[in-house]
């Protein structure tokens, strides 16, 4: 090898790093679904919980605090929760009223229902971004 070329081979090594070994390190690669499809499926499955509810609710006569109760009637709810989504339901004493919470890491929804009437309705944008927003009131 000459002696010109050794002289610059640290400066070749260094722009071969710099310009094909550290974009690859440094892309990040993001799979799995983006945050406005992680905000539309929590919105999903809350109207799946709420919309099952009331088909259970037709069907005995009281809400159920069981979520397994609503997998059954509402199959693409499963596919929701999937996601990594948190649920949380509660029913009054007397079967009448229910409480549901859906929280995942972009949107945290809570809905309250007495018979067929809506008591109470929130969404908390946990993460912001592109497309994430909170459902219209009493969709």
Do not use: W
């Not at 679904?33 to 539309?40: I, M």
């Not at 890491?105 to 229902?113: G, Q, T």
């Amino acid at each position: 090898m000459p002696p010109q070329f050794r002289r610059f081979l640290p400066l070749v090594l260094i722009v071969f790093l710099a310009l094909i070994v550290l974009p690859r390190l440094i892309h990040r690669h993001t799979s799995g679904l983006s945050k406005s499809e992680k905000a539309a499926r929590t919105t999903d499955a809350m109207k799946r919980i709420d919309a099952g509810e009331q088909i259970f609710r037709a069907a005995h006569g009281r809400f159920t605090g069981h979520l397994a109760d609503l997998l059954s009637a509402k199959g693409k709810l499963a596919d929701d929760l999937a996601i990594g989504l948190g649920v949380q339901l509660d029913v009054s004493s007397d079967g009448q009223t229910f409480y549901a919470q859906v929280a995942g890491d972009v949107l945290s929804l809570v809905r309250a229902r007495t018979g067929r009437r809506l008591n109470a309705e929130s969404c908390v944008i946990l993460k912001s971004g592109s497309g994430v927003q909170c459902p219209t009131p009493g969709s």
